[in-house]
């Protein structure tokens, strides 16, 4: 781990204790256990099956705290553990629901470890899982109250657990369509026919439920199951690498059903793929009774590593896929792969990283479009905003975090809410009513949610004075952007409706001849209704250092640009406060909208869009 992710993760955990000074979370659970020899593993650190134990128990009471009522795992969002625990020292699990639906919830787990004799903390995981409620004596479902979040970090989290639950409903379809698109490359056929036979690492156990392993309710602990699980992993993975692995990461699971005191738990596991310096393994789960079919409980993808005595992963032996299923098997380890590599760098990547744009393709979507949505959230969240000017109620607020300079400008309009964003969802629209934009066209439709397309606007270039002004219309110089449009409606009352918006870049439509790309960070609006069929409009954009000078005039209240634009927005969506007879409700909104003063460095890829 880099010092720069370091940094941030102190910052992050930093700002989360100040946040919380004196604020108690009434749904939060603390465990802190010392780790003994009986926890631990042949190299006398913390087997990952015990700290899976503490992390489901933890975040289980947590559930059950909100919930009033018994509570079981429903699933366990991915896990990468960054550190290994040894003994001695104490793991610090601290569990609190984020977000409460219907029927389930969110609980967001965190574990750190502390070295009692050095006053050393650090962080070793953290994750997500989901609880349901289990049905009361007469069979009825237990509606959960909502969450009312206080903290600006409980707010983040409220916020963005909405668009994590979208994700995990979509998972089980991303490997499939992955596949099924054909961008899954293959392996080099000569390698894999001298590699090990999966079959000898094959690893079959079965594990007979005892009231030990088993929870208050009398059902068999998830962390139990999934501890089982990884002992399992670990014995397939070592008899491929015959060394002592590492567990890096597990892959989101869901438990298919229940599973009692006296069931039988029969486990499979078998290496999937084998990388160079990584192999998958996975591991099915099945319950029985002495009679009676086998019930599907769970399956998990795990990623292992072997390192050598500098802490460095080793070159892995290759594996040969049995015919069919291990063939099936072996592709779609490959898969995951390629989406926890594309995943890693969409949300591990620096926002001041240059390009800002993340190349889009199918297998990244899913997460691609996770990240333009939960990045607005998160900045629509941030505290500390400042109200800058303010003109016939429309303000505008900035907020300045390290060399990142944020705005927002907002105003109520008096149009209800799901028709503001009907129309500002349509980003073709935009051309109407904003006279910085000459020409949007959609490039893709991605699915009924996310857009990709293509916005060309005037460029800005410094006038002899030195100062930013637009280009006359007559010139041919022109600024152009590939936007993701993401659009969603409320997950609940309460909710905004948001649209957000990040450049993307796209290998059919690289830069164009005579156009200057320009690139947007983090910008959209989020809408909120309020009373009287009012809607509360939001706009915000992330701006670059290279950006600000070309935004200091509005900021600093000298130019009406970002007013004079919101009013033409708002006029807009009053003369269309109601649909026309031809149009369909639920129709055409593609994308979010974009930009708007833009505010363009002529040769910079960099823009404030409105």
């Known amino acids: 781990m880099t010092s720069q992710v370091l940094d941030d993760l102190k910052e992050e955990d930093e700002e989360e204790e100040e946040d919380e000074e004196g604020c108690v979370n009434p749904t939060e659970v603390k465990m802190s256990q010392i780790v003994m020899p009986c926890h631990c593993n042949h190299q006398q650190e913390l087997s990952v099956g015990q700290l899976l134990k503490w992390m489901d128990s933890t975040a289980c009471l947590s559930a059950e705290r909100h919930a009033g009522s018994l509570c079981v795992t429903a699933s366990m969002d991915d896990i990468h553990f960054e550190h290994t625990i040894s003994v001695g020292q104490v793991v610090n699990i601290r569990a609190k629901v984020n977000r409460a639906f219907s029927t389930s919830m969110e609980v967001g787990i965190h574990v750190s470890c502390e070295d009692l004799f050095s006053d050393r903390h650090w962080r070793v995981c953290h994750s997500y899982a989901t609880f349901v409620t289990q049905r009361t004596n007469t069979g009825q479902k237990v509606t959960l109250r909502p969450v009312v979040p206080q903290t600006q970090r409980e707010h983040v989290e409220y916020s963005v657990a909405a668009e994590r639950r979208r994700v995990r409903m979509l998972h089980s379809d991303i490997v499939k369509e992955l596949l099924s698109s054909g961008s899954v490359e293959q392996a080099d056929s000569s390698a894999v026919c001298s590699g090990v036979a999966a079959e000898k690492t094959r690893v079959e156990s079965v594990e007979l439920v005892l009231p030990p392993h088993a929870n208050h309710q009398v059902n068999t602990f998830g962390g139990q199951i999934m501890a089982w699980m990884v002992n399992v992993a670990t014995i397939a993975a070592s008899r491929l690498c015959q060394a002592h692995p590492t567990l890096r990461t597990i892959d989101m699971f869901t438990f298919r059903g229940p599973s009692q005191v006296g069931d039988r738990l029969l486990l499979r596991a078998i290496v999937n793929n084998a990388f160079k310096n990584s192999l998958e393994v996975g591991v099915r789960a099945e319950a029985y009774q002495e009679e009676g079919p086998n019930r599907h409980i769970n399956s998990a993808f795990m990623t292992f590593e072997v390192l050598d005595d500098s802490g460095k992963p080793c070159t892995l032996p290759r594996i040969r896929p049995e015919p069919l299923e291990g063939e099936r098997r072996f592709q779609e380890a490959t898969a995951r792969k390629k989406i926890r590599l594309d995943r890693k760098y969409i949300i591990s990547r620096k926002q001041s990283e240059v390009p800002l744009s993340v190349p889009w393709d199918p297998r990244n979507q899913v997460y691609l479009s996770y990240n333009n949505v939960s990045a607005l959230k998160m900045l629509a969240a941030r505290k500390n905003w400042r109200l800058s000017t303010e003109k016939d109620k429309v303000r505008l607020y900035t907020l300045e975090q390290k060399s990142m300079l944020s705005f927002r400008v907002e105003a109520e309009v008096d149009v209800p809410a799901h028709r503001a964003f009907c129309l500002l969802a349509e980003l073709s629209n935009r051309t109407s009513w904003d006279m910085h934009y000459k020409k949007c066209e959609l490039i893709h439709g ?79 609006f989020t809408i909120l209704e309020t009373n009287n069929n009012m809607s509360l409009i ?17 900021i600093a209240g000298l130019s009406s640009s970002f007013y004079h634009t919101f009013c033409s927005c708002s006029q807009y969506l009053s003369r269309n406060r109601q649909p026309v007879a031809s149009e369909e409700v639920t129709g055409n909104y593609g994308a979010a909208n974009t930009n708007s003063p833009t505010y363009l460095l002529s040769g910079v890829v960099h823009s404030t869009p409105l």
Do not use: M, W
């Not at 996310?450 to 004075?465: A, E, M």
């Not at 939001?538 to 509005?554: G, H, K, R």
């Open 446 to 524: 991605v699915d009924d949610d996310d857009f990709i397309y293509r916005v060309v606007t005037p460029s800005v270039h410094q006038d002899v004075g030195g100062s930013p002004t637009s280009t006359n219309c007559g010139e041919d110089v022109l600024q152009d952007f590939i936007l993701l449009a993401s659009r969603r409606k409320p997950c609940g009352h309460g909710d905004s409706y948001v649209i957000a918006l990040r450049s993307v870049s796209l290998a059919t439509h690289p830069p164009f001849e005579g156009y200057n790309r320009g690139e947007v960070l983090c910008a959209g």
């Open 538 to 554: 939001s706009y915000y954009n992330q701006a670059s250092p290279e950006v600000l000078p070309y935004i200091s005039t509005d």
